[in-house]
């Protein structure tokens, strides 16, 4: 009983975030809407920076997604949409940064830390192996 | 001791990268255009206080170094500016076109009234389609756009005479008059 009572109040607070929805576009067709909805959450709103356009409510961030609405209706593709904003804003505004340029280093810092980290495992493992091969205290089978 | 000195030498380099990180990080008051050395957007728009019909177009601009001045009633920073903005414009050096933002047109007209106009031309951007060309994320921003058409310079925040003399003015080559 107890439990079907929190459920309801969860789904109600679950209920309360829809209605409250900053963005309530509606694209003519299914797939132009699932294609805006993914790109409104690769823009970041450039006034509140931790926000993307899809999920800010300042004025700027509604102007942008009403600029990749129509684009999308116009049947811009999604490059040529993110082409648009880097030329604007710069690669700052989007939230994964390209494979390129000074950007590159965002991607390749953390894999040659990790790569190094594997490499640094094994040869200690490898050290300590040997080691204990050579340990003469050790005791005859 | 050795075996101290790799830990150490990593942990220096990581340090020093995340050192340069944060303190290079963009921070919101100073994030560069995206747009310096690019050709400045052209843009047709309403005058404030012309007759509906009539338009204003930047390539009218052509030829000569000029400032767009982003702003808007509702920015409080833009209020801050002002006086710096009258004070300039009365030395007669740089064109400065204002672009008011996401704005009401009453309010705008009220405002030039009562705080003096340091403007050559208002031009209004409702929607905001001109400032998003132009990668405004905030107002006050001003930018210098030079006798070729191209962006050199955007302050971001209140204009002051320092970032006035040393930014704007300093751009434009001797012997260019308005």
Known sequence: MKRARLVALFAGLLLTQATL??????????????????LTHEFRCMQCQNNTIADSPVGLASDLRRDVAEMLVAGKTDDEIRAYMVQRYGNVILFTPPFKGSAIWVWLTPLAALV????????????????????PTEEPP | MNRFIVPVIVFLALAGILY????????KSTMVSALLGKPAPAFELPV????????????????????????GTWCAACRDEHPVLLEVAKQNRL?????????????????LTQLGNPYGVVVVDREGRTAIDFGVYGAPETFFIDAD??????????????VWEREFLGRVPHGVTP
């Open chain 2, 48 to 71: 404030l206080g012309g007759d509906p019909a009539q338009t204003f177009s930047s390539a009218r601009l052509a030829g000569h170094p000029w400032v767009l001045n982003v702003w």
């Open chain 1, 116 to 135: 190094g980290g594997i490499v640094v495992a094994i040869v200690i493992v490898r050290r300590r192996g040997r080691l204990v091969e050579a340990d």
């Open chain 1, 21 to 38: 929805a900053i963005d309530t576009t509606v694209l003519p067709d299914e797939k132009l809407q699932q294609r805006y909805e993914a």
């Open chain 2, 95 to 111: 064109p400065i076109v204002g672009l008011d933002w996401r704005d009401e047109d009453d309010a705008a007209k009220q405002w």
């Open chain 2, 20 to 27: 340069v990180g944060v303190v290079r990080s963009p921070d």
């Open chain 2, 149 to 162: 058409g191209r962006v050199q310079y955007r302050h971001v925040g209140a204009m002051t005479h320092e």
